[in-house]
């Protein structure tokens, strides 16, 4: 099983400001790697897959890069609605596997 | 509109079963892999189980091997997931997804709860 590390678990950060999510397999996943966004209450919603390409309305702010074993999550200038847990998942081996989520909370 | 809505969630004993439902709308089933994932709460996000359009390929995480069994019904439309052997830490809302890859379409959810 492909392990998915997050880093950091928490991360603050002012309205505005850049924030930079990681994610790191333990093997290499090539660039079959997604993103997605959970708040409370919700469904998850996918932001980012094929490691770089947003998913359908996912606003230009959310930019991922990466591939083989190091990824990236940019969300370039937050917005309050951004707040929120953020998880990695590859789709190269099975089982399917997440990481541990990321929260972005506000400083 | 792709619609996902799971049912079948509820309270159950240690060692006992339950079995959830996840009924498809809004595409056509039959074309697409299709997903469990559950979060503990508190917890992340966990792949439990797919299973293949037809039905022929089907993969689940360690932790329910043996235990869970995914299937589905592609002229009802639906996704289905047997749990048996619960434990406490299967305590979680188990959440149906359309694809085997990255997960565009979810339900809403239904809470699983294994408690004596």
């Known amino acids: 099983e492909i392990v998915m590390t997050q880093s950091p678990a928490t991360l603050s950060v002012s309205p505005g400001e850049r924030a930079t999510l990681s994610c790191r397999a333990s093997q290499s996943v090539n660039s079959n790697l997604a993103w997605y966004q959970l708040k409370p209450g919700q469904a998850p919603r996918l932001l980012i897959y094929g490691a770089s390409t947003r998913a359908t309305d996912i606003p230009a702010r959310f930019s991922g890069s990466g591939s083989g074993t190091e990824f990236t999550l940019t969300i370039s200038s937050l917005q309050s609605e951004d707040f929120a847990l953020y998880y990695c998942q590859q789709y190269n081996n099975w089982p399917r596997t997440f990481g541990q989520g990321t929260k972005v909370e506000i400083k | 509109e792709v619609q996902l809505v799971e049912s079948g969630g509820g309270l159950v004993q240690p060692g006992g079963s339950l079995r959830l439902s996840c009924a498809a709308s809004?595409?056509?089933?039959?074309?697409?892999?299709m997903t469990w994932v559950r979060q503990a709460p508190g917890k992340g996000l966990e792949w439990v189980a797919n299973i293949k359009q037809d039905g022929s390929e089907r993969y689940y995480v360690d932790s329910v091997k043996g235990r869970f069994t995914i299937s589905r019904d592609n002229i009802k439309n639906s996704l289905y997931l047997q749990m048996n052997s619960l434990r406490a830490e299967d305590t979680a809302v188990y959440y149906c997804?359309?694809?085997?890859?990255?997960?565009?379409?979810w339900g809403q959810g239904t809470l699983v709860t294994v408690s004596s």
């Open positions: 997804a359309r694809g085997g890859q990255q997960l565009v379409h």
């Open positions: 809004g595409f056509t089933f039959s074309n697409y892999w």
